[in-house]
C-alpha cells in the first residue's frame, strides 16, 4: 500500500507502518494544494492532520485511495460524506490526544487569569514589575463547559480541582456522565447567563459554527472570559473582537482559528488584542500525544491490510 503523510506526524508513531514490508511511505510535508493534486493519485491512503483539507478536488484526483487516516480527532478538514460516496473509509484518533487538548485548555485559563504572557514579555524585555500583573483566582469562580465529551469532561474534572463550581451543557450526553463527573447539566443559555468562564469543547460543524456569536455573547456577564481549544469558527471572531474591545468580554485565550494560518485582517486584528492569550493550534501538540494518535492511524491502516474490524471507522 502506497501511504502519503502531509501534515506532520509522530515518526516514532509511524514507525509501525515504515516496517511493514506492504507500506510503501512517503512523507511529503508543506505540499501546496496543486502539488498535493498531481501525486495523490499514486497513493491508496493518506495520513494528515488539520493542516491538509481532503475535500472533493483532492478525492476526485485521487484515484486509488482507500483510506484517509485523520492523526487527531477533529474530521471537519475531511469531506466524510463524498469520500464515503467514493468508497474511501474515513478513520481518526479520538482518543490519544484527548488529554493533551484538555490540559492545554487549563494552560491557556491559568495564563490569563495569571497575566503569564505578558509578565513574562515584561521580565524578559529587562523589566520588574509586579503590580500591573496581579491577577485572579480561579477558586470559586463558576466556569461552564460546552461539549462535554473526552475532552471537555478532562477539562471538567481539572477546573474541579481548581476549586471551579462547574456547569456543562451537552444535549448529547447522559445525565449519568454529568453525575459521574460531579458537574450540573445545563441548558446553553444558562451557561451563558451564569458563568465567569466559558470553555468550548464540542466539534466543528453544522450546529456549532458561530454558536457563539453577538447574541450569546449579550447574554453573558459582564468580564466574562472564554477559551477555545477546540475549533476556529465555534465563537464568531468578529463578535468576539467587538465584545473585547467594549470590555464585555474580559478576556480569553485562542488556540483555534477560522483559517489557519490565520491571514485575514480580522484575525490579524484579533490576535493583537492585548486581553487575548493566543497560541498556533498547539491542543494536540504534546509528544506524548502525537505519538499516540500516530500509533492509532498506523494501527488502523495495518487493521485494513489485515482484514481486520476498523476501530475508529
Ligand atoms: C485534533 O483534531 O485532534 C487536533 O486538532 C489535531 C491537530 O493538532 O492537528
Known amino acids: 500500500m502506497k501511504v502519503i503523510v502531509t501534515d506532520e506526524v509522530a515518526p516514532e508513531g509511524l514507525a509501525l507502518l515504515a516496517q511493514d514490508p506492504r507500506v510503501e511511505m512517503d512523507i511529503r510535508l508543506g505540499l501546496k494544494k496543486e502539488e498535493l493534486l498531481a501525486i495523490i493519485g499514486d497513493y491508496e491512503a493518506i495520513i494528515t492532520r488539520s493542516g491538509t483539507n481532503v475535500d472533493r478536488d483532492l478525492l476526485d484526483a485521487a484515484k486509488k485511495l482507500k483510506m484517509v487516516a485523520r492523526a487527531g480527532v477533529g474530521i471537519d478538514n475531511v469531506d466524510v460524506d463524498y469520500a464515503s460516496a467514493r468508497g474511501v473509509i474515513v478513520v481518526n484518533a479520538p482518543f490519544g490526544n484527548t488529554n493533551s487538548a484538555a490540559e492545554h485548555t487549563m494552560a491557556l485559563l491559568l495564563a490569563f487569569y495569571r497575566n503569564i504572557t505578558k509578565a513574562n514579555a515584561s521580565l524578559k524585555s529587562g523589566e520588574w514589575k509586579r503590580a500591573p500583573f496581579t491577577g485572579y483566582e480561579l477558586k470559586g469562580r463558576t466556569a461552564g463547559v460546552i461539549g462535554l465529551g473526552k475532552v471537555g469532561g478532562r ?19 447522559a445525565v449519568k456522565r454529568a453525575h459521574d463527573l460531579g458537574v450540573r447539566l445545563v441548558s446553553h443559555e444558562e451557561i451563558y447567563r451564569n458563568c465567569d468562564i466559558i470553555t468550548i469543547h464540542t466539534p466543528l460543524n453544522g450546529e456549532t459554527l458561530d454558536m457563539i456569536g453577538e447574541k450569546e455573547i449579550a447574554m453573558m456577564k459582564e468580564g466574562v472570559v472564554l477559551i477555545n481549544a477546540a475549533r476556529g ?50 491542543g494536540a501538540n504534546t509528544f506524548e500525544a502525537q505519538i499516540n494518535v500516530a500509533v492509532d492511524v498506523s494501527r488502523e491502516i495495518l487493521n485494513y491490510l489485515d482484514d481486520q474490524p476498523l476501530e475508529n471507522a
Do not use: M
Not at 476549586?163 to 448529547?172: I, M, N, Q, S, T
Not at 482559528?257 to 498556533?280: F, G, Y
Open 233 to 282: 469558527g465555534i465563537f464568531n471572531e468578529q463578535a468576539l473582537l467587538n465584545a473585547l474591545q467594549t470590555g464585555k468580554v474580559a478576556g480569553a485565550a485562542v488556540d483555534v482559528w477560522s483559517e489557519e494560518p490565520p491571514r485575514t485582517e480580522l484575525l490579524k486584528e484579533l490576535i493583537a488584542q492585548q486581553r487575548l492569550v493566543v497560541t498556533p493550534h498547539l
Open 155 to 173: 477539562v471538567a474534572t481539572r477546573l474541579k480541582a481548581f476549586e471551579c463550581e462547574v456547569l456543562a451543557c451537552d444535549p448529547y450526553v
